[in-house]
């Protein structure tokens, strides 16, 4: 599973992010903040090398990623 695109009413977005969360997957906001690069987290995504969420809500985008996957690829310094 690359990159799986999902599409959320604004009012189902915080029952969908608590869903997300409980299947280990964390947004791209919160990566970037602990010193994650956003952008290479995409890149690898669109590799499949990661796996990822599209979400779209409304007009806004938001990505998140499966976190065991992303501080591995922290740790070997992909990130």
Same mark, same amino acid.
């Given at each position: 599973m690359a990159i799986r695109r999902v599409v959320v009413d604004r009012r189902d977005s915080a029952i969908y992010r608590d869903? /997300?969360?409980r299947g280990g997957f964390i947004s #791209?906001?919160?990566l970037s903040i602990n010193g994650?690069? #956003?952008m *290479? /987290?995409?890149k690898l995504a669109l590799q499949? *090398? /990661?796996d990822a969420i599209r979400c779209a809500i409304g007009k806004s985008v938001r990505w998140y990623y499966q976190e065991?996957?992303?501080e591995l #690829?922290? /740790?070997k310094g992909e990130v």
């Open positions: 869903v /997300l969360k #791209a906001s919160y994650f690069d #956003a *290479r /987290l995409k499949g *090398r /990661l065991n996957q992303a #690829a922290h /740790l």
